[in-house]
């Protein structure tokens, strides 16, 4: 048995506490940004060479470096297996262009799922295979249950529950339950030399 | 459970490269994965994303002009061994989206102009659908079954008449994207000849 083992980690530990998978697909690494301390399991992909291509004119008046980013990941964030991360696409003053995406703080993405969304926001559960349409904005503590289907431009507000497919409000977030978000301990619980959850 | 040898391996032979007809128009990732043994034909202006795979071992595969094969979408899967068909071609129109992670099954099916394929979604062997269609994501179309025009499936299999009459504008929307792919994705047609 020994001998099916990785004679490497299944994971390269960054001096941030980020931990990528060997098996995860990241595209165009260069405009991807991690926050620190995330968990990007394998077979994961995430699209950084979709760059928008028109810059803001505010920016490109001021003459300043352009931003290439094209998806920012917070701190703490659980992408798992199979999931897939994408700039969302549209036309914008006559011509096509690719946005960025951005991910707060402690957002965990379920087996299967694919984010197109423009925003999402910090403590955000995203479930197994759920499509989130291009433009969607999702705002903080909010728990997408397993197979829903957002559609684009959709925007969740904070402390609410959807599921169906298009996504409906089903419910909210109860008083006290937002700790359920926090992901600092099923962080600890995968990497090279994985701890045990706390039970 | 007798075997001791577990080949890591796909259990298809590698190094078959199918034979292609590309035009030199189309954008091609590297990491796309072209399989199987019938021809493989793309036309112009498409583009086919990273990790997209075609697979021609149960038919050929022809691809229009100006569709965009999203990652992960998967033209030609075989669907066991069950239904024996022989065979199985998978045809998409032209300006056709097949969007992230969706699954196209081999076995005559057609895909007509200007119809998007959602993400997740999964197209049975031997459908047809029909032009400017809307399947949305995690949509499932029967294997033999016929969708007809300007349908929108919806909402686990509901459905309704797309009567926008966005055809013309969502192609030129589209050719404007490929443009702007192009320019991205850097394109490798040599190394699948």
Redesign the interface.
């Known amino acids: 048995m020994s001998s099916?083992r990785p004679p490497r980690g299944e994971y390269i530990e960054t001096d941030t506490g980020n931990k990528v998978a060997r098996k995860a697909?990241l595209?165009g690494t260069q405009n991807i940004m991690l926050g620190g301390k995330t968990v990007i399991q394998p077979e994961v992909?995430i699209?950084g060479?979709?760059?928008r291509?028109i810059q803001a004119s505010s920016q490109s008046a001021s003459g300043a470096a352009p931003n290439s980013t094209a998806v920012s990941i917070g701190r703490y964030c659980f992408l798992s297996r199979g999931c897939?991360l994408?700039p969302p696409?549209r036309?914008y003053k006559g011509?096509?262009?690719?946005m960025p995406l951005r991910i707060g703080d402690h957002v965990f993405v379920g087996a299967?799922s694919?984010v197109?969304a423009a925003t999402v926001g910090s403590h955000v559960h995203i479930g197994a295979?759920v499509?989130v349409?291009e433009f969607a904005i999702i705002k903080d503590y909010v728990r997408i249950l397993d197979?829903t289907?957002v559609p684009p431009n959709m925007v969740i507000p904070s402390f609410s529950i959807v599921a169906?497919?298009?996504a409906r409000l089903i419910g909210e977030v109860p008083e006290g339950g937002h700790e359920a978000f926090e992901l600092r301990d099923i962080y600890k619980t995968v990497g090279n030399n994985p701890q045990p959850a706390p039970s | 459970m007798s075997s001791k040898r577990?080949s890591i391996l796909p259990p298809a032979p590698a190094g078959s490269k199918p034979p292609i007809h590309f035009s030199s128009s189309i954008t091609i990732a590297d990491?796309a994965l072209l399989t199987g043994t019938h021809p493989i034909a793309i036309h112009s202006e498409s583009v086919v994303h990273?990790?997209a795979r075609l697979d021609s071992l149960a038919g050929r595969i022809t691809v229009g002009r100006r569709c965009v094969v999203h990652?992960?979408a998967s033209l030609g899967a075989v669907v066991g061994t069950s239904g024996r068909i022989t065979e199985a071609a998978v045809t998409l129109g032209d300006y056709v989206i097949v969007e992230?992670?969706a699954a196209i099954e081999a076995g005559e099916t057609v895909i007509g102009e200007g119809t998007v394929v959602?993400?997740?979604a999964r197209v049975g062997a031997g459908a047809v659908v029909g032009k400017h269609c809307t399947l949305?994501?995690?949509t499932e179309i029967a294997a033999g079954e016929v969708v007809p025009d300007f349908t929108v499936v919806?909402?686990?299999g509901m459905r309704r008449t797309d009567k926008r009459g966005a055809a013309e504008l969502r192609n030129k929307?589209l050719a404007?994207?490929i443009?702007?792919l192009r320019?991205?994705?850097p394109s490798n047609p040599a190394k699948f000849a």
């Not at chain 1, 011509?95 to 690719?98: C, K, L, Q, S, V």
């Open positions: 099916r697909t595209v992909m699209r060479d979709l760059i291509t897939c994408r696409g036309l011509a096509f262009t690719y299967g694919v197109q295979k499509a349409g197979g289907v169906g497919q298009p | 577990h990491s990273p990790r990652e992960r992230v992670g959602g993400v997740g949305t994501p995690h919806y909402s686990n929307g404007r994207q443009d702007v320019r991205m994705i």
